[in-house]
């Protein structure tokens, strides 16, 4: 697909149909977060694959937000291995993450694949339904599937600011 097309195209979908997600289709989007450009590369994301229908049930438990998707990427990073600012707390896990579930997202729009991006969870809960590791914060949870009939874009989808709210030419 264009790029221009990848980006246009993608949308929050919140109604997806029991189509399952293609598993090549899956490891394109999983390859295409893995060449997102982290601070220092030190790729201190860390991606969770839940497909399983126990896995599936324990998202349910912690959003009520996967609105039936085959696949949910739960979108970590490694607290002990962000690049941290020079005189400064401020870390890059949080960004080094969104870049990579920035990247996963459009390459699902690229192959077909309908997606939306979930902060509405507790971070520590899903870290602990999950059992992961303690040095790692989940960023975000990402559906992946195909919308059904009525998953199409919610009416804010097409509303956009024109650039000039957003976009100052400064000197
Ligand atoms: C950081 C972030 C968090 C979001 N969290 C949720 C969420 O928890 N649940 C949900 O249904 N949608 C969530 N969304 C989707 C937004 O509601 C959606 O992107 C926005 O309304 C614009 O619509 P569009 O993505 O179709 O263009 C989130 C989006 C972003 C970027």
């Not at 189509?19 to 295409?32: P, S």
């Not at 890059?92 to 690229?110: F, K």
Request: include cysteine.
């Amino acid at each position: 697909m264009e790029f221009k097309n990848v980006v246009e195209n993608r949308f929050s979908c919140k109604k997806y149909s029991g189509r399952q997600v293609e598993a090549e289709k899956l490891q394109a989007i999983l390859e295409a977060g893995r060449l997102a450009p982290t601070a220092k590369n030190l790729q201190e994301q860390r991606i969770y694959v839940v497909q399983t229908e126990e896995g599936l049930a324990k998202i349910d438990k912690v959003t009520p937000c996967r609105y039936g998707a085959p696949v949910v990427l739960i979108v970590a990073y490694d607290k002990n291995n962000v690049f941290t600012f020079p005189d400064s707390d401020r870390n890059s896990g949080a960004e080094d993450a969104s870049i990579v579930a920035t990247h996963m997202i459009l390459a699902a729009t690229n192959e077909g694949v309908n997606s939306c991006w979930l902060n509405y969870f507790n971070p520590d809960e899903v870290a602990k339904t999950f059992n992961l590791p303690e040095n790692e914060e989940v960023l975000m949870l990402m559906d992946l599937g195909y919308a059904a009939e009525e998953g199409k874009p919610l009416p804010n989808h097409f509303s956009r600011k024109p650039l000039e709210e957003t976009v100052t030419y400064i000197k």
